[in-house]
């Protein structure tokens, strides 16, 4: 599995990152060398197998409707880069 | 005995006979981190201030007989939530980080009495096998400084190695407890998953993650489990198994039970003289009274490139929420889509990056069923596996990693070769059971060897009886660093 250099590109428009041309070359090598060494699972049958995405046999876990405490809006706001009164402020979406 | 180079029971002891006061302890930490600091660099974080401020509280509360941890000082890897408290991840991203709330864990240590002394260094994100892919600095094995701790928890690893702290937290998602364990020479256990809570814990890989200790000896590890194991309501995954007491069964031996050895771990790239200490120490453990028995693993060959699509596609996911907007780094950019890749291209490093795009790649629109899917259909496999070899054995026993300790730089340029050195733990997680490193012995380059047991989900305990009798036997454990 070779990974081109559009490629490349596309997953990272997807991820939200910005990568230099070296970064693009870079990654776009090592990733065709660790997809190539995945493809070994293809050696697997598992057309009959169920897939697992978590080991315990948990289902849907519920709980009662309580009314709890919660972080204030000042403990909230506290990490953010930029807020303003109550607010995270981002640069602006909508003209 | 110089203090800092007491386990937590020992300390318990001590303590609690008046031999040494909680004052005397923790100076003696706060010294000894000082002393070889500079050389290990475990912490990112050393919190000397609030641990006095905590031991004072400690001595006034009244509350020492009832604490099972009172004022016994631990290290906890940066990647677990403590109130008021930086946690960074190591990454440059959540440098100025600092959490409103307390993980689960050590809600439980504070309850029964710790004295937190610091937040310990991991590759970030807890992505890697060596500390190097710290954002920071990377951390040095004490026992060759020009040699990695091992990773994610190599901080931990090397603190508790270095007499830094009697004990500390790691997590471990494909081996980052065990395999720093091994290298350093010191306990790590990864309990079953569900085990313990992981609120609190900065998810890498939500299916996989595991909180759990690594020590100096068995017994503390059995001890530490007691204190963060148990349901928590706050982790949706945390199983509903009652909380039990693990140091009881100890002393029990290993007198009959059944130990499996899994021909597919001893192959072609396993070192000659770990292959050795592990294979004596395995005739060490028939010699105590265990039934050794070979069994087949079939798809262990399999595991790494399972993992490195279920982990990374899991991470991907997990790792959108740094986005310059509720907490951590923000860079400047023209409008919030720029403003977002900026951030993100700025607060990450190379390797989180890399595992980012390989899970986005992984999930993405048409390559979907050909890895994700069938990556979670091998792990039912890998699951399978170690279902059938549990029907005819009680524990399994393997190599920690295929080598010692390897050189700073000597893996970082090429990320295949340093995925491959998890080889032996990966499959641990994929299946959720859960794992102990144990030293079984030194290279000849004075390098520590790790011996790793596995065990039935929720069966620590045989898991845990089962090391100590060996460590009680060899004693491997009480070797130190001269640094």
Redesign the interface.
């Known amino acids: 599995m070779r990974?081109s250099r559009g490629?490349?590109e596309?997953?990272?428009r997807?991820?939200?990152?910005?990568?230099t041309e070296g970064?693009k070359e870079t990654?776009g090598l090592?990733?065709s060398?660790?997809?190539e060494?995945?493809e070994?699972?293809?050696e697997?049958d598992?057309s009959e197998?169920?897939?697992?995405?978590?080991?315990?046999p948990?289902s849907n876990?519920f709980?009662e409707d309580l009314l709890q405490g919660s972080?204030s809006r000042e403990?909230?706001l506290?990490?953010?880069?930029?807020a303003a009164d109550a607010f995270?402020r981002?640069?602006?979406?909508i003209e | 005995m110089e203090p800092f180079r007491l386990g937590v029971s020992d300390a318990v002891d001590l303590l609690r006979r008046g031999g040494i006061s909680a004052a005397e302890l923790l100076e003696a930490l706060f010294r000894r981190i000082d002393a070889v600091e500079p050389v290990v660099r475990a912490f990112v974080t050393v919190t000397r201030d609030e641990a006095s401020a905590r031991l004072g509280e400690l001595e006034s509360s009244g509350e020492g007989p009832h604490q099972a941890l009172h004022a016994i000082p631990l290290a906890v890897k940066d990647n677990i939530c403590t109130a008021g408290v930086k946690t960074t991840c190591s990454s440059r991203i959540l440098r100025n980080f600092v959490p409103p709330y307390e993980s689960t864990v050590t809600a439980r240590l504070l309850r029964e009495g710790y004295i937190l002394l610091g937040k310990t260094n991991l590759d970030e994100f807890a992505m890697g096998s060596s500390t190097e892919n710290s954002g920071f600095f990377p951390t040095r094995n004490p026992w060759d400084p020009e040699r990695v701790p091992g990773g994610s928890s190599g901080g931990s690893a090397a603190a508790v190695a270095a007499d830094e702290c009697l004990a500390a937290l790691g997590s471990d998602t494909g081996g980052s407890i065990r395999q720093p364990a091994s290298f350093c020479g010191v306990v790590g256990l990864k309990p079953t998953y569900g085990r313990v809570s992981r609120y609190g814990l900065v998810a890498f890989a939500s299916s996989l993650d595991q909180i759990g200790p690594i020590t100096k000896s068995v017994r503390d590890a059995a001890l530490l489990l007691n204190v963060i194991s148990g349901h928590d309501p706050l982790d949706s995954t945390s199983a509903p198994v009652d909380r039990q007491d693990f140091t009881r069964s100890l002393d029990r031996g290993v007198k009959g039970l059944r130990i499996g050895v899994p021909k597919e771990y001893f192959v072609e790239g396993l070192d000659r003289e770990v292959e050795q200490a592990v294979r004596d120490a395995i005739g060490e453990l028939e010699r105590l009274g265990a039934e050794v028995s070979e069994v087949s693993l079939p798809h262990t060959g399999y595991a790494v490139a399972t993992y490195y699509i279920l982990a990374t596609s899991e991470a991907s996911s997990n790792l959108a929420r740094y986005d310059g907007v509720k907490y951590g780094f923000r860079a400047e950019g023209a409008d919030l889509i720029e403003m977002y890749m900026e951030t993100r291209a700025e607060g990450f490093g190379p390797e989180v990056k890399r595992r980012i795009m390989l899970g986005t790649y992984a999930l993405s629109a048409g390559y979907y069923e050909a890895y994700y899917r069938k990556a979670q259909q091998v792990r039912t496999l890998i699951k399978e596996d170690f279902e059938r070899a549990f029907e005819r054995v009680d524990l399994i026993v393997t190599p920690t990693t295929p080598t010692p300790a390897f050189r700073l730089g000597e893996k970082v340029s090429d990320p295949l070769q340093m995925y491959l050195s998890d080889i032996f733990t990966i499959s641990v997680n994929l299946a959720g059971v859960p794992g102990i490193s144990i030293p079984c012995g030194f290279s000849t380059e004075g390098l520590p060897i790790g011996m790793q047991l596995i065990g039935r989900h929720f069966d620590e305990e045989t898991l845990l009886r089962a090391a100590h009798a060996y460590e009680a036997a060899t004693g491997w454990h009480g070797r130190r660093p001269v640094l």
Request: aromatic residues 6%; charged residues 25%.
């Open positions: 990974i490629d490349v596309h997953i990272a997807l991820a939200r990152l910005r990568l970064e990654y090592q990733l060398d660790i997809l060494y995945v070994k699972l293809k697997l598992t197998v169920d897939p697992t995405s978590h080991v315990i948990l876990v709980r972080l403990e909230a506290r990490n953010a880069p930029q995270y981002v640069p602006k979406i």
